[in-house]
């Protein structure tokens, strides 16, 4: 019998497809964005506090060394508009910054939870008073379709790294429909993590105190508790490996034994040999090529990088 909480889940009848396909197909895959339910997203936060996690500390660093050329880069008279917003906590520094160039600034942030724009709301509206904040509700498609309705030069931030979680033909498809809303003078911020040594990457996709993997396993979780499966936790482990030549970090949840697994409300009866993985998630490395060639492709130009002095991520300025 479904219980609410199930129903929650698989009302959203397109993501209990996504799982059934991904479960049925050769290797198994699960949607990446399983991974953001409540216990989820607090696994996330503590991720980015992580010692081993250096991106979010790092981009966070680049942004407060550098917004005043940033925003000088950027142009006069700005309006500020952020892709996948959602609390918009590093984005404070930009706007601090922006509002010592100009008296009042208009800032849009963009995410699909209402929650996180709330609290974006609350925390902007009492540190900055001459901020007018208009929140959008939306996914990347409705978040680019909102773009082309805002009037103004345009600051248009991608931060955040997640850009490297599209296979990157997919991120030239979401740079070029943002370039297609925007106009002469407008500039897009894009952050990526670059390509490095494994000796670095591998430990901030598995931590020693194991929060990462905790992450991963939660989507197993998930499907416990909200489709009645059975999978049994300590039967899989957190596997994350470097790509090389792909230039990614692959993570997977991988079976320690031959087992069955049961999903009720997908009526779907799974077996697992030794070792067989279900991946969950990429997350490409960029190297300036490749930042280079994706922004040409989008019909943009690089006009500027910023980054830590061990180039370990990339702040990036193009312009249309
Ligand atoms: N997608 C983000 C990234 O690539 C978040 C993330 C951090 C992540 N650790 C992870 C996603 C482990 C899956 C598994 O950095």
């Given at each position: 019998m479904a219980t609410s909480k199930q129903l929650q889940f698989i009302a959203t009848d397109a993501m209990a497809l996504e799982v059934r396909e991904g479960l049925s197909a050769t290797p198994k895959r699960l949607p990446?964005?399983?991974?953001?339910d409540e216990i989820g997203s607090e696994l996330f936060e503590q991720i980015t506090e992580?010692?081993?996690?250096?991106l979010t500390r790092t981009e966070r660093y680049i942004l407060e060394r550098f917004a005043g050329e940033i925003l000088q880069q950027a142009g006069p008279s700005l309006t500020l508009v952020e892709l996948?917003?959602?609390?918009?906590s590093k984005t404070c520094v930009l706007i601090e910054e922006l509002l010592q160039r100009q008296s009042r600034a208009l800032f849009y942030p963009i995410d699909v939870s209402p929650s996180a724009l709330e609290e974006a709301m609350r925390q902007l509206g009492r540190q900055f008073p001459s901020l007018r904040v208009n929140p959008i509700v939306a996914d990347y498609t409705g978040g680019v379709a909102a773009l082309s309705r805002i009037s103004g030069r345009k600051l248009v931030l991608y931060i955040g790294?997640?850009?490297?979680?599209?296979e990157p033909q997919d991120a030239v498809r979401i740079l070029r429909r943002v370039r297609q809303t925007l106009r002469a003078g407008d500039a897009l911020l894009l952050g990526a993590d670059f390509a490095k040594s494994p000796k670095i990457l591998l430990p901030a996709y598995d931590d020693s105190q194991g929060i990462t993997a905790a992450f991963n396993k939660n989507i197993l979780a998930r499907l416990n508790r909200e489709l009645d499966a059975d999978f049994d936790l300590d039967r899989f482990r957190h596997v994350a490996l470097w790509n090389r030549s792909d230039s990614r970090m692959e993570i997977y949840l991988e079976s320690t034994a031959a087992q069955a697994v049961f999903v009720p409300a997908l009526d779907m009866d799974l077996s697992f040999e030794p070792r067989e993985r279900i991946h969950t998630e990429n997350s490409y490395k960029y190297t300036d090529e490749m930042i280079e060639s994706i922004l040409r492709l989008s019909g943009f130009t690089l006009a500027q990088t910023w980054c830590d002095r061990k180039r370990w991520f990339g702040v990036h300025l193009a312009r249309v």
């Open positions: 990446a964005k399983l991974f953001y992580l010692p081993e996690y250096y996948g917003a959602g609390t918009a790294s997640s850009i490297g979680n599209f």
